[in-house]
């Protein structure tokens, strides 16, 4: 919960309109690798192949947003704390719904290549 680096964990039910972050971190010791965030999908069930009756997508393959209102642009940080990662890649998330359900899944697509 929270604007990356203001962050908290989900202490459970959140409100519709909530600045939530979504964080992937990158632990490289030796700087080798850079990590890429790309297709970011939203599905109203964690068995997204199947069962997903309701999907947005938020972001497309480049990673830039596609819906700007709700999802921000991912940003790179090498300022990661004491989280033991190297770098994080953080986006802004509004909080949301699908009409028929109460939680909301993400699926991105990340790519990690040598720099």
Request: aromatic content about 10%; overall charge positive; some cysteine.
């Amino acid at each position: 919960v929270g604007a990356y680096p203001k962050i908290s964990p989900i202490p459970g039910p959140i409100k519709i309109g909530e600045t939530l972050s979504v964080l992937v971190y990158l632990k490289d010791d030796r700087s080798e690798y850079d990590i890429v965030v790309r297709d970011c999908w939203a599905y109203d069930n964690e068995d997204y192949n199947a069962k997903a009756t309701g999907r947005l997508q938020l972001s497309d393959g480049n990673g830039c947003s596609r819906k700007k209102k709700l999802f921000g642009k991912w940003t790179k940080t090498t300022s990661t704390g004491n989280s033991g990662a190297t770098s994080i890649v953080h986006n802004t998330l509004y909080a949301f719904k699908f009409p028929d359900k109460a939680q909301v899944f993400l699926k991105c697509d990340i790519e990690v290549s040598k720099s």
